[in-house]
């Protein structure tokens, strides 16, 4: 069993940046599949971004490229969220997840094996 907790969500003014963690509790953390993905009331999760295990290949949603970027550390079992040019819209709970599976990247929610408890972002206009 692995254990993500995200950290770093908070309120900002639109334009502002945010960065998200999110620490793993295994140290075979490298050889997971990581992913971001995002939920609104009343709307099933989103597809944020995802990265194979070495982030040498990653993906983003159309509604965040050039805006946000993933990006992890292996040795500190952590995963991150760079979110720049924040908009209302990108207003939700942000959760990170984990396949044990890293050659690949994932942007189906139902891959993951492993799911933090979300961190919520609040981007006011």
């Known amino acids: 069993q692995v254990h993500l907790v995200e950290s770093g969500g908070g309120w900002v003014q639109a334009g502002g940046s945010l960065t998200l963690s999110c620490v793993a509790s295994t140290s075979t953390f490298g050889h997971y599949a990581v992913g971001w993905f995002r939920q609104t009331p009343g709307k099933e999760r989103e597809f944020v971004a995802a990265?194979?295990?070495?982030?040498?290949?990653?993906v983003y949603a159309d509604s965040v490229k050039g805006r946000f970027t993933i990006s992890r550390d292996n040795v500190k079992n952590t995963l991150y969220l760079q979110m720049n040019s924040l908009k209302p819209e990108d207003t939700a709970v942000y959760y990170c997840?984990?396949?044990?599976?890293?050659?690949?990247?994932?942007?189906?929610?139902?891959?993951?094996?492993?799911w933090g408890q979300g961190t919520q972002v609040t981007v006011s206009s």
């Open positions: 990265s194979t295990w070495n982030a040498y290949n990653t």
């Open positions: 997840a984990a396949k044990n599976s890293g050659s690949y990247y994932y942007v189906d929610r139902h891959e993951y094996d492993y």
